[in-house]
């Protein structure tokens, strides 16, 4: 079976700092991950994804991702956080036997100024 | 033009009533979902869709049930509500159902209240 851990059920951080949201996968066969963001009071949306390829992941709104195997983890990041990006976050695993997206608890950002 | 649409976005009712929510999509897709997202914010599957063909049937109590009339609309039936129904239902679709590469996209969500 798989799963999907996030970290940390909240981060706050200042206006402009880095940030870096944890996410942390277990699955016996090849997977592939998902990011989405979901403002207050709306769906989710995509931010970025890894299929296969490049570990590193560059998505919108300036996040990036790399998926690391060994430590099957795939950490979200931006170098520079706005107010915007005040949302939750959600870390989503799928593989090719699973046919279901399973999903983390997702992660509280809170961006202060 | 909105991708995936639901109605209604806000339904509050009591113990023991029948409601749906409808959900359409225009995007093309071949595949639709329908998520419950708890007052904890998680998020799990309940039903899939695969032009009008269910193929994901989570555990999910009988009075939940799921109805496409085609391949664009996604319907939830919900006999018999409980408290515990109380949640935010969200409609997804994506392209394909056994490409499990697609992205998923979602809707604004129906927040279901009862009393």
């Known amino acids: 079976a798989q799963s999907v851990t996030q970290l940390d059920s909240q981060v706050p951080v200042f206006e402009e700092a880095p940030v870096e949201l944890r996410c942390n996968y277990s699955s016996s066969v090849s997977v592939y991950l998902f990011w989405y963001v979901q403002y207050p009071n709306q769906g989710l949306q995509l931010l970025l994804k890894?299929?296969?390829?490049?570990?590193l992941v560059k998505g919108i709104n300036g996040f990036e991702a790399e998926f690391n195997k060994s430590q099957t983890s795939f950490h979200l990041r931006k170098p520079s956080v706005h107010i915007s990006d005040t949302a939750e976050y959600f870390c989503?695993?799928?593989?090719?036997?699973?046919?279901?997206?399973?999903f983390g608890q997702g992660t509280t950002l809170q961006v202060k100024p | 033009d909105t991708a995936v649409s639901q109605t209604p976005k806000y339904l509050v009712t009591q113990m023991g009533n029948d409601k749906s929510i409808k959900c359409e999509q225009n995007l093309g897709h071949d595949t639709m979902y329908w998520y419950k997202q708890d007052s904890k914010k998680f998020l799990k599957i309940m039903f899939s869709y695969n032009n009008k063909e269910l193929i994901i049937n989570e555990t999910v109590p009988n009075r939940f049930s799921p109805k496409s009339p085609d391949k664009a609309h996604l319907n939830l039936h919900i006999n018999s509500l409980e408290l515990g129904d109380s949640a935010v239902y969200f409609c997804a679709s994506s392209r394909g159902a056994w490409d499990h590469q697609e992205t998923q996209y979602f809707g604004p969500g129906t927040r279901l209240l009862v009393l």
């Open positions: 890894y299929l296969s390829g490049s570990t």
């Open positions: 989503a695993v799928s593989s090719s036997n699973t046919g279901k997206l399973i």
